[in-house]
Every structure is written in structure tokens, then in C-alpha cells.
């Protein structure tokens, strides 16, 4: 472990003093940012190139996607403030490129100490003695409980257009109108997890009949559509892509990935994510032409779309640097209250907090701030570290992410054969982990929220329901099992 940390630990040491001795020589403001902009995207590549387990597809592995994640924001981020600013609604004063030093410098922090956390053989140590989950003579067959928990949250997406006033009301609403319903969300994520359990029911059955394809795809089609139009929160269309790429990937090897179909398909996620991020304030029904107020949607608005998208929320986290701690204490970990308290209604508990999110809308709005009902920024993970317990949190936080990774990479790998795993526990497990680091955007309660409605009745599903198939069972049964350390050296 001494041998594999210390290179690691030398090499970090050595770019922040570099950087800080930049930062000090250096009396421009946009060089700093320049520097500080390379030093982050040398140091993810850097991490990612010194991976600890190789047998973990690249295009699975958590920390990429994580470092894929944050480089939005906190690459092409800083750039886009640069060429078109932040946002132009923030009521007291918008922040300048010179204090995008801060954020950056987080960001650094995060995924410095990520890395050394992925290396720790700790996280080895901890796969090891996590159960396997395997199949026992008492479990229920996996069948009808994946039915329910798709129609659990089938139903609950339908009951949630009916809290709206029915699906015409809601097409009359622009995203972020309408009623709040936070409690809804256990619904929606229980609908992805229920499409990520039938997707791997799929993937680990010998055969499929048409049947089961068109109606695995029909329920799909109405996720992407609800989620993506109807409901307008473009993250669950991540959730999708990459709970089942990553599925697949680890089930089926990357040799069977359609790699024409799945470039295609993330070029038209990303053009969807730009256009509908310049219009989705617009409601739907006055974008087909009903009712009398069709828009006019302007190129600029729609090239400018999935920029802004990654502009905003590295701008909440220029906001975060510059109010905390000079005009606002830190948290100390109250912002996550908002993940236990989320599912009480607002009608028996009108003063319940809101998140931090929401509360830093006041300094977007000013006297017009509302704090039930309107928008809520996204501050991303290092800026709520950050808020809650300083450089000290941060650090400590992207330690414990890179831990968590090798402990789910090293229980991901365990026993996996020629790039393939076929247990459904270590593909199922790892899966949501990954597409959970979707909410680095967000904060660290909606990122434990998202685990806690899909993670525990995921594991209650591997408790009591025979997941494997049989024919996963006999080739399970003959895998050879993987040295201790966890660091095969054959390629991704």
C-alpha cells in the first residue's frame, strides 16, 4: 500500500506547490484561472491513468465518470463564464471571473484527495467482506417483484401528473412551475431502478422473446418522454443512459457495446440537453402552437442552451466561494437534513428547510425570493463540501468518494471472467453508484437521497429475490477467483 500511495502523494504535492507558486507570481486574474483550468483537467487525466483496478471497463469506471461529471463544470464551466457570463438574474452582484479562483481551487482539492482515497487498499479490504448476495434456496423468483417495482413507479409518475391538475395543465406549465411534490420522487427513482432490474433480467436471460423487448422498450420510451419532456428534469435521462450502459457494459463485456448507436445516441442526448435547455421554461403546449402563446425560439437562445447549463452551476459555485464564510456560517452538515426531512409534506410541515440550493436563490432574486415554490440552483458537490465544512470538508469529502470507489470497483470485479461480470449484485450494486455521481451537479443530499430510495430497496430485492439466473449460477460457480489485491493488469 506504501509503494502505491507514495507516488501518488508526490506527485500531488508537487502540482499544488506548482500551482501555488503560480498563483503567486502570477498578477493576472484570467492566467490564474488558465492555470488553475490545466492543473484540474492534468489532474483527472492523471487519475484516471493511474486507475487501480484495470479489469473495470473504462467507460464504467466511477471515478472517469465522476471527473466527466465535474469537467462540465469546472472546465468547460469557467470557460463559458468567460465568454458569456453567469446568469443575468442575480439580484445583488453577479461574480467576476477573478473569484473563480476559489471554486477551482475546491474542485483541485476534491480530486486530489479522490485519488488518493481510489488507491487506498482499504477499499479492497471492505469489498471483500461484503456479501455476495448470491442465490439461496429460500429466495423468491425475480420476475413479479421487477414487475412491481416498475408499476410502483409507473403509477406514481401518473399520480403525480394528476397532483399537477392532469397532463394538459401540466403541458400548459413551463419546468418549474406548478405544484413542488418532493415526495414524488421516490416514485421516479424506483421507475429507473425498476428499468435498470428489467434491463438486467434481460441482459442475463439466455433468450428473449420479441414480446419482452417491445414491452421493455415501450416502458423506456414513456421514461425518456415523461422524464425528459413532461416532467423536464433532464438528470433522469443520464440516470437512464448510464445506469443501462454501464449495466450492459459489465454484464456483456465492452465487445457487445453497439458502438455506432451508442455514439449516436449520446450526440442526440447532448443536442436535446442544449435545445431543451434554452426552451424548457416555455410550456410544452405553447411549443406545438396550441393556445395563443407559441414562442418564438431565437438560435442564439438554443446554441447557448447547454452551455448556460454548464456556466450556471460553476456560477452557484463562484457564489458559494464568496459568501461563505464572510456573510454566511457554514452549515456544519445541515444541508442534509433535507434528505430526511424531504418526504414529510410541506401541507403537515410548512416550515420544513429547504435546500441549500434553494436557500442561495435569495442572493439570485432578492426581494422576490419564494422559498417553497420557483427555480433552484444546482452548487455542485465540491461547493457544498465546502458550505458545510470548509477546505477541511472538502478534502475530507474527496477522500471518502475515492474510497467508496474502490470499494465498488474492487466488488464489481470480484470474480469477473473476460471483461464480464455475472453476478447480478456486483453489476446492480456498482450500477447505481455510478449514475448516482450524476448528482455532483446537485449537492450531497440529493446525492444520498438518490441512494437511499433505490440502494435500500435494491439490496432488499438481493436479499430476498433470486436475481441470478441459472444459467449465471453454473458459470458463476466455475469463474476462477481474482488475486487479493484487486490489480489485474489485463487491459479495460
Not at 76 to 100: C, H, K, N, Y
Not at 318 to 331: M, N
Amino acid at each position: 500500500m506504501r509503494r502505491s500511495l507514495t507516488p501518488v502523494l508526490l506527485g500531488i504535492t508537487i502540482g499544488f506547490a506548482s500551482v501555488l507558486a503560480f498563483l503567486w507570481l502570477s498578477d493576472l486574474v484570467l492566467g490564474r484561472v488558465l492555470v488553475l483550468v490545466l492543473a484540474l483537467g492534468a489532474t483527472m487525466l492523471g487519475g484516471i491513468l493511474v486507475r487501480p483496478e484495470r479489469r473495470m471497463p473504462l467507460i464504467a469506471d466511477p471515478f472517469l465518470l465522476c471527473c466527466a461529471f465535474l469537467a462540465q463544470f469546472y472546465i468547460v464551466g469557467p470557460i463559458m463564464m468567460g465568454l458569456w457570463g453567469l446568469s443575468q438574474i442575480v439580484f445583488f452582484r453577479a461574480p467576476t471571473i477573478d473569484e473563480a479562483v476559489g471554486p477551482l481551487l475546491g474542485c483541485l482539492l476534491l480530486v486530489a484527495a479522490a485519488i488518493v482515497g481510489y488507491r487506498w487498499q482499504v477499499g479492497v479490504l471492505i469489498a471483500n467482506a461484503l456479501p455476495e448476495f448470491g442465490p439461496a434456496p429460500r429466495k423468491f423468483p425475480r420476475g413479479w417483484i421487477i414487475t412491481a417495482i416498475v408499476t410502483a413507479g409507473a403509477i406514481g409518475c401518473f399520480w403525480w401528473l394528476e397532483f399537477q391538475g392532469g397532463l394538459m395543465t401540466k403541458l400548459g406549465i413551463g419546468y418549474g412551475g406548478g405544484r413542488y411534490g418532493a415526495a414524488f420522487t421516490i416514485f421516479f427513482d424506483l421507475l429507473i431502478l425498476g428499468i435498470i432490474l428489467w434491463a438486467w433480467q434481460l441482459l442475463d436471460s439466455p433468450s428473449r422473446t420479441r414480446l419482452q423487448v417491445v414491452s421493455f422498450a415501450t416502458v423506456l420510451g414513456g421514461a425518456v418522454v415523461f422524464f425528459g419532456i413532461i416532467y423536464g428534469a433532464r438528470k433522469y435521462l443520464f440516470f437512464l443512459f448510464f445506469g443501462l450502459l454501464v449495466a450492459t457494459t459489465l454484464r456483456r463485456g465492452v465487445k457487445s457495446l453497439p458502438k455506432l448507436k451508442l455514439a449516436a445516441g449520446m450526440s442526440i442526448l447532448i443536442v436535446f440537453f442544449g435545445v431543451w435547455g434554452a426552451i424548457r421554461a416555455t410550456p410544452v403546449a405553447a411549443l406545438l402552437g396550441i393556445g395563443d402563446a407559441t414562442p418564438a425560439v431565437q438560435n442564439r437562445d438554443v446554441r447557448q442552451g447547454y452551455s448556460s447549463g454548464l456556466a450556471d452551476p460553476f456560477g452557484a459555485a463562484v457564489l458559494v466561494w464568496q459568501v461563505f464564510p464572510d456573510q454566511e456560517p457554514f452549515r456544519h452538515g445541515q444541508t442534509l437534513l433535507v434528505t430526511v426531512l424531504g418526504f414529510i409534506p410541506r401541507a403537515v410541515w410548512p416550515d420544513k428547510p429547504v435546500g441549500i440550493g434553494k436557500d442561495l436563490t435569495r442572493y439570485y432574486v432578492g426581494p422576490f425570493y419564494e422559498p417553497v415554490q420557483g427555480f433552484s440552483v444546482t452548487i455542485t458537490l465540491p461547493a457544498d463540501l465546502y458550505v458545510n465544512f470548509g477546505w477541511i470538508g472538502v478534502g475530507i469529502g474527496g477522500l471518502i468518494l475515492g474510497l467508496i470507489s474502490r470499494v465498488v470497483v474492487s466488488y464489481a470485479c470480484r470474480g469477473m471472467t473476460n471483461g464480464i461480470q455475472t453476478r447480478a449484485a456486483r453489476v446492480l450494486l456498482p450500477t447505481l453508484f455510478v449514475i448516482g455521481l450524476g448528482e455532483v451537479r446537485a449537492d450531497m443530499s440529493q446525492m444520498l437521497a438518490f441512494y437511499i430510495m433505490t440502494g435500500v430497496p435494491l439490496v432488499t430485492i438481493l436479499s430476498m429475490f433470486r436475481m441470478d439466473g441459472k444459467a449465471t449460477d453454473t458459470i458463476a460457480d466455475t469463474a476462477p477467483e481474482p488475486a487479493a489485491s484487486g490489480t489485474s493488469p489485463s487491459p479495460a
